[in-house]
């Protein structure tokens, strides 16, 4: 057996929760920030806005990706390391990166939202493919 090390953060688009990358195959990304914003009036009559534990969140979602790494199109972890992290981690550290020449985005989070379908069982390959979708936000 040989081990593929797939570790290419020079890639335009990666996605790693807690050091593993996901693949990037077919995936749909939304990142978006959440703003937590509270306005106060002064005693001179002034309005000040402060920011507050702002929260960033990255919404992933799948029409069709494999249970295992070796079927992915990138040989990338799966649906099965998703699932298994969604299930039983309570935090997850998330790497982001959208192009090559930007700094990725890093936090610690949770995965949450997570849902799936089955879409198809492959008896030849014993693969099953899925459409899942799920959030990491941060904590």
């Known amino acids: 057996m040989v081990a593929i090390q797939n570790q290419q953060t020079d890639l335009l688009k990666y996605v790693s929760l807690n050091g593993t990358e996901i693949t990037v195959g077919g995936a749909q990304y939304d990142l978006t920030e959440n703003l937590n914003v509270a306005e106060v009036e002064t005693a001179a009559g002034r309005m000040k806005r402060y920011a507050r534990n ?17 079927k992915t199109v990138d040989g990338r972890a799966g649906r099965d390391f998703i699932y298994n992290l969604a299930a039983n981690a309570p935090a997850v550290t998330i790497n982001y990166k959208d192009n090559p020449f930007d700094d990725p ?4 989070g949770f995965i949450d939202n997570y849902s799936e379908t089955i879409v198809r069982r492959d008896p030849a390959s014993q693969c099953i493919y899925y459409q899942i979708s799920f959030e990491v936000v941060e904590a």
């Not at 702002?54 to 070796?70: D, P, Q, T």
């Not at 985005?105 to 610690?108: A, G, K, L, R």
């Open 105 to 108: 985005v890093e936090y610690s």
């Open 54 to 70: 702002n929260k960033r969140s990255l919404s992933i979602g799948y029409a069709y990706i494999a249970s295992s790494s070796e």
